[in-house]
């Protein structure tokens, strides 16, 4: 398995600090609330979540990721509630939680990517929020990170219409430089979105 064997380091291959897109909508994270972090790796963003006080479920599909998310929240003295799941066949139906987040999950077919947004709307509880965080197509001049597909990758237009069911709050796209390990690392086109799912 391609994740699997990505993962099996001792080195966090995306470091230990929380994704650039998450620290930047840290307002949205509110102590109390439950979050859902999907294809979470090796726990840096599900880790950080509850370190702001979040009940936080995550999953991922490589065991050696999950392992490594458990081991990192144990260093921080946080509980993450992480198990190994399937992105494709996970039951997106069995909790709804306050917030939804997926940060760099960009290995899907688009409809795949589709399969997985209709969950994310779904898992999300009616008034609660999805947060989203990527790169855009842009990426593909900077070669730092990410997949060289370009189908893989977001545009504001796909996000809007991918999420048309939910009012938008923010859509960015914007260039930042990104140090968050082996993995991402360098100049990067991005993109945030922040959706609320209606009441």
Same mark, same amino acid.
């Given at each position: ?29 509110? &102590? ?34 999950? $392992? ?14 992480? +198990? ?9 139906? $069995? ?17 795949? +990517? ?8 779904? *898992? ?31 545009? *504001? ?24 390990? *082996?993995?991402?690392?360098? &100049?990067? *086109? ?5 959706? +609320? +799912? &209606?009441?």
């Amino acid at each position: 398995m391609f994740w699997n064997d990505r993962f099996d380091t001792p080195d966090y291959v995306y470091g230990t600090q929380p994704s650039q897109g998450l620290r930047r909508h840290a307002e949205l994270l509110l &102590p109390g609330q439950t979050a859902l972090s999907i294809a979470d790796g090796e726990g840096r963003n599900s880790v950080y979540l509850a370190e702001k006080g979040l009940t936080v479920t995550a999953f991922d599909g490589a065991p050696n990721a999950v $392992a490594k998310a458990q081991r990192l929240a144990g260093t921080r003295g946080v509980t993450v509630q992480t +198990r190994v799941a399937d992105i494709l066949t996970y039951d997106w139906d $069995a909790q709804s939680y306050d917030l939804v987040v997926g940060i760099f999950f960009q290995f899907l077919t688009p409809a795949e +990517r589709t399969q997985v947004f209709d969950g994310m709307i779904r *898992a999300t509880r009616p008034g609660g929020t999805i947060l989203l965080h990527g790169y855009t197509v842009e990426q593909l001049a900077h070669g730092t990170g990410g997949p060289r597909v370009a189908d893989q990758l977001y545009t *504001a237009d796909l996000l809007r219409d991918a999420f048309s069911t939910c009012e938008i709050l923010d859509l960015t796209c914007y260039e930042a430089v990104l140090d968050e390990g *082996a993995g991402h690392s360098g &100049p990067s *086109a991005l993109v945030d979105l922040v959706a +609320r +799912r &209606p009441l």
